[in-house]
Nanobody, 125 residues
Framework: QVQPVESGGGLVQAGGSLTLSCAAS????????MGWFRQAPGKERDFVAV????????FYADSVKGRFTISRDNAKNTVVLEMNSLKPEDTAIYYC??????????????????WGQGTQVTVSS
């Protein structure tokens, strides 16, 4: 079991940058692909990015491609989401989770378990 804890959220102006971190407990961290999702008020929890267990491959939602970068350090049990050129529409609670269900595509939240508590990102215009 992997239990993530997110941090690094905050308030930033449009065009600015933030780096989110996800620290995960559990010895099996390096066995799991790890994903970031986000949820704006009144909306569904949407896929942002995922990185494979080895860190060799990453995939992004079209809305963040070219602006966000996901990375991981298996020695430190951490996943990082670097966010640049932030827009007001990026405002949401950002969640980290381990992908445990391979019957769903990587962008489907049902593919993930062990969600963290989330970290708030607010981008002002």
């Amino acid at each position: 079991q992997v239990q993530p804890v997110e941090s690094g959220g905050g308030l930033v102006q449009a065009g600015g940058s933030l780096t989110l971190s996800c620290a995960a407990s559990g010895r099996a961290f390096s066995n799991y692909a790890m994903g970031w999702f986000r949820q704006a008020p009144g909306k569904e929890r949407d896929f942002v990015a995922v990185i494979t267990s080895s860190g060799e491959s990453a995939f992004y939602a079209d809305s963040v491609k070219g602006r966000f970068t996901i990375s991981r350090d298996n020695a430190k049990n951490t996943v990082v989401l670097e966010m640049n050129s932030l827009k007001p529409e990026d405002t949401a609670i950002y969640y980290c989770a381990a992908r445990t269900q391979y019957g769903w595509v990587y962008s489907d939240r049902r593919a993930y378990d062990n969600w963290g508590q989330g970290t708030q990102v607010t981008v002002s215009s």
